[in-house]
């Protein structure tokens, strides 16, 4: 699909915008619904190019609030490492020849990412699992982020198994979100798609971003945090169903 200069603002904002609201009301959803939104009418890879910095900013101030940064370093290094090498490997998927494999990969991830959501899906890791389950769910994570550009999955739900508190949590997920979106940076620095002009637009897109947070921190008081996110679910449902069916049967 062609857009002009005018469109393609207009699309690129409006999915900040939107992506930005989300989080100020649910404190989730930058990433996977600002790709989602944008891949409808661009390319998965200049989707997952423009997310860097305000996914980066949004984040890094996640990882460093409370005391445990350090901690949470230590106990989740070799998921971080995974992480890591999962992306080196999945940004390939990204950026190769066909691009309909990674629509399909960011269908898929958003609409599990939704059933999970939806299904409010727990389960209860011990820490002799933990030891041998984090490689593998950052080295998937990695994957998925270098694919997608949505690192959230399997790592959130992992986390959430884990029984850490609401803020060793949060800050966890910043930390895992932040190395996630760094090796992304990286990988598609290398392959020749975030450079100063894509690092240039995907800043300002800090813009609509934090215009649309602002408003749903404002709005929070107004809604139900709950039906919100049941909302939220099924349009990331609907969004990765979409993408599924266009690049399967449509």
């Known amino acids: 699909m062609t857009l002009d200069i005018s469109n393609y603002t207009l699309i690129v904002g409006l999915a900040f915008l939107v992506a930005g609201f989300v989080k100020g009301v649910?404190?989730?959803g930058l990433p996977p619904i600002a790709i989602g939104l944008m891949a409808v009418a661009v390319s998965p890879v200049q989707a997952a190019a423009l997310i860097v910095v305000p996914s980066m900013v949004s984040n890094v101030w996640q990882m460093l609030i409370g005391p445990g940064f350090f901690k949470a370093v230590?106990?989740?290094?070799?998921l971080l490492v995974m992480v890591c090498v999962g992306a080196a490997f999945g940004v390939g998927v990204l950026t190769g020849s066909?691009?309909?494999y990674a629509t399909l990969a960011l269908g898929l991830?958003?609409?599990v990412y939704a059933v999970l959501g939806l299904f409010k899906f727990n389960m209860h890791v011990?820490?002799?699992?933990?030891?041998?389950?984090?490689?593998?769910v950052g080295g998937l994570t990695g994957f998925l982020a270098g694919a997608t550009g949505v690192s959230s999955v399997p790592s959130a739900p992992y986390m959430n198994s884990l029984g850490m508190d609401k803020d060793e949590l949060l800050q966890a997920l910043g930390l895992v979100f932040t190395v996630g979106t760094f090796a992304l940076a990286v990988?598609?620095?290398v392959k020749g798609r975030f450079e100063l002009a894509a690092a240039w637009e995907s800043t300002l897109c800090l813009v609509p971003t934090m215009a649309g947070v602002l408003t749903g921190q404002k709005c929070r008081a107004l809604l139900s945090a709950e039906t919100f996110k049941t909302v939220f679910?099924?349009?990331l449902l609907l969004l990765g169903g979409y993408m599924i069916a266009?690049?399967?049967w449509l």
Do not use: I
């Open 246 to 248: 266009r690049v399967l």
């Open 233 to 235: 679910f099924l349009g």
């Open 187 to 189: 990988g598609l620095y």
């Open 74 to 78: 230590r106990r989740f290094a070799a």
């Open 98 to 100: 066909t691009p309909a």
């Open 26 to 28: 649910t404190g989730m």
């Open 126 to 136: 011990t820490a002799h699992k933990e030891r041998w389950a984090s490689p593998l």
């Open 109 to 111: 991830v958003l609409f």
